[in-house]
């Protein structure tokens, strides 16, 4: 846009609306400007003002027009159409983008060379110090899985800092910038700050070094009371209701709000906190909290449900907080839970009471750890027949808050993968090394701190086939009906995998499932300075998108330990009986899911309904509030997922009929 001078009309009609400056020769102005638009403002330094040409209606139709009006501006420039107005002290040294509304504000001001929280250090997951993560605008989760978890590799950390620092060097400036179509109403003291285009930020208490990296597609909103220091807020985020916000990275889709308060934290996509706190921890995608007594401290969490009281503590009280505790993707904390660290919970696991013993569940997944007179007791595999389980996994991916096209965490919903499936692989193993060194007929069982009953370790071995037999069949099923297929031969073919990348172990980075060995090539990758950040988030979007191929790589491999022989040597009766044991796998699933679902609608669950009548009131007012067991849609879907995979385990066993006769 050209500037011009201001002209000597222009000066006077400026002066004789209530209007001064240092030097008028400093002010530049737009072609179209027109000072009838600007009152009351007092000039320091270089500006630059756009044309004022708008008119605002806001909310309840009062109808002003844009201009600048009650102001003090320093080395500022204002785009077109912007409105300024009631600026009780001052903006200094910022660009105000067009179409921008700026009312009723304490102060907007730039006072040094800055980042704008990018490059910020946050301890996360231990408060004393040595995991350090320097934040900035594209972080990501894996990234900073990363940068937390895998300083056994100090080259490669160093390597990754120093880009960072590299990044957010170029992110410096003495000058703040407020983008197109921004909103800042009724807001204190905003220093230091970076605000993306179509943000809204009303009643703000306090903002301080920081970046709001909000967009056209993904708004942030930020309202009354909010008070951020030394921060990065990703886009579509929403915080309000004097939520604090210090040290912290927070990533895309998250909203806090009702007091919530997060220090020293990074929060990833999706997340939610309300009432509670938040100190040093590492919060993966969809980490939720929700009550004001529950607080999250010093752990790794994802996908986690927090109940109300939920509490860990970190503390080796001589020494201070050094301990830390991770809670694997899908974890839940009952109401009144406790930890101490260290511990660490396997996936998709129910954490019930206080745990003191520092258990160690990760390789027996979907568990249930209950206190019991002060001991840690663990149920395997419970939680893959329950209907919270699977209701989780299908309200995942429809509550993806992000709106951003160019979305920052990579992430897997998937509830079987490699990565649980290995666990449950490996907690068979587990169970079938206790029962032969304790004995077949011992009560009780003892692991990793915590004590397994006899009839939980058989019913968990069993659970645990039941899981891996429905995974492999799935991919074994996903594979051959997507081919084209007449013999043998061609069944053979058709099952070949696509590549090697998959084989061996399989980690979840905060979201990012992937093999192991892939991991680690791009981490050799970064450590011999071969990877810049760019080319990082691009290597784990292309891990994502060839999940599929990576797993049929790992569930062959398996499938072959399950056959006894090679791809290449599988037959006809082999590839039957793994479909049969699928589809016999899914029914009994979803049958044990069916009747877990079955309680929520049992005579207990309608205690307190129909209180001033009988029995048959009480049912009625519970089946007019809840619905019938009958036409529940969770459970109807149950139902119809039964049908729909016995039907495709034999139309692929009918395929499968039809080559046995060639």
Not at 322 to 349: C, M, N
Not at 423 to 442: D, F, H, P, Q, Y
Not at 579 to 589: G, Q, T
Request: contains cysteine.
């Amino acid at each position: 846009m050209a500037f011009r001078k201001l002209t000597a009309q222009e000066i006077a009609q400026l002066e004789a609306q209530g209007c001064s400056a240092e030097n008028w020769a400093e002010i530049e102005v737009a072609e179209a400007f027109d000072a009838q638009y600007v009152h009351h403002t007092r000039f320091s330094g270089h500006n630059r003002l756009g044309a004022f040409k708008r008119e605002i209606t806001l909310p309840g139709g009062l109808k002003i027009h844009s201009g600048i009006y009650n102001a003090t501006l320093h080395n500022c420039e204002v785009g077109n159409d912007a409105h300024l107005y009631n600026i009780h002290n001052y903006i200094a040294n910022y660009h105000i983008g067009d179409n921008t509304c700026i009312e009723n504000v304490n102060a907007i001001l730039v006072d040094r060379k800055t980042t704008f929280g990018n490059g910020v250090r946050v301890p996360v997951m231990n408060e004393g110090g040595g995991r350090e993560i320097p934040i900035f605008n594209e972080l990501s989760a894996s990234l900073a899985y990363i940068l937390t978890l895998y300083r056994h590799r100090p080259a490669m950390i160093h390597e990754l800092e120093r880009r960072i620092d590299e990044y957010a060097e170029a992110q410096a400036s003495d000058h703040g910038y407020i983008g197109n179509n921004v909103h800042i109403l009724n807001c204190g003291s905003i220093k230091n700050v970076k605000v993306g285009d179509f943000a809204e930020l009303t009643g703000v208490s306090r903002l301080k070094n920081g970046t709001i990296n909000s967009n056209e597609a993904a708004p942030v909103r930020l309202g009354s009371g909010v008070k951020c220091t030394d921060f990065i807020i990703a886009s579509g985020v929403e915080i309000g209701d004097s939520t604090l916000v210090d040290k912290c990275f927070v990533g895309q889709g998250c909203i806090f709000d009702k007091h919530y308060s997060a220090g020293e934290s990074l929060f990833f996509s999706n997340c939610q906190g309300m009432h509670g706190e938040a100190c040093a921890i590492f919060a993966g995608p969809y980490t939720v909290t929700h009550h004001k007594s529950t607080l999250l401290i010093a752990g790794m969490f994802s996908f986690l449900n927090a109940g109300s009281g939920s509490n860990q503590s970190n503390h080796m009280y001589k020494l201070g907080p050094i301990h830390q505790g991770i809670a694997e993707r899908g974890a839940k904390t009952t109401s009144d839970s406790y930890l101490l660290w260290p511990s660490k919970v396997g996936a998709f696991s129910l954490v019930m009471g206080r745990h003191t013993h520092h258990a160690d569940t990760s390789d027996l997944p979907f568990s249930y750890l209950i206190e019991n007179n002060s001991d840690s007791y663990l149920v395997p595999g419970a939680n893959l027949r329950t209907v919270g389980t699977i209701r989780d996994a299908q309200k995942w991916p429809k509550r993806d808050n992000r709106k951003d096209p160019h979305k920052l965490d990579q992430i897997n919903f998937n509830l079987l993968s490699p990565y649980t499936v290995q666990k449950m692989w490996r907690g068979r193993e587990v169970l079938n090394e206790l029962e032969a060194l304790s004995g077949e007929n011992t009560e009780v069982y003892g692991y990793r701190n915590c004590k397994i009953r006899n009839s939980s370790l058989k019913h968990g071995r069993e659970l645990y086939t039941i899981g891996i037999q429905k995974f492999l069949g799935n991919s074994l099923i996903s594979r051959l009906e997507k081919k084209e297929w007449k013999t043998i031969e061609e069944v053979r073919a058709a099952l070949q995998p696509d590549s090697q990348a998959g084989l061996g172990d399989w980690v979840d980075m905060a979201g990012l499932i992937a093999p192991r060995g892939e991991v680690s090539k791009m981490l050799d990758a970064i450590e011999a300075g071969q990877m810049s950040l760019e080319a990082i988030q691009t290597c784990m979007e292309q891990m994502h998108a060839n999940y599929y191929s990576y797993e049929w790589t790992w569930a062959l491999d398996k499938l072959e330990q399950v056959w006894g022989c090679p791809v290449n040597e599988v037959t006809l009766p082999q590839i039957r009986e793994t479909i049969e044991a699928w589809r016999d796998a899914v029914v009994k699933l979803d049958r044990m899911v069916y009747d877990d679902a079955r309680k929520e609608f049992d005579l207990n669950s309608q205690t307190g309904f129909g209180v001033d009548g009988d029995r048959q009131q009480a049912e009625a007012d519970f089946e007019e509030v809840r619905g019938s067991f009958e036409s529940n849609s969770f459970v109807k879907a149950v139902l119809e997922h039964i049908e729909k995979k016995t039907a495709l385990g034999n139309r692929i066993l009918e395929r499968l009929s039809a080559v046995s006769h060639q």
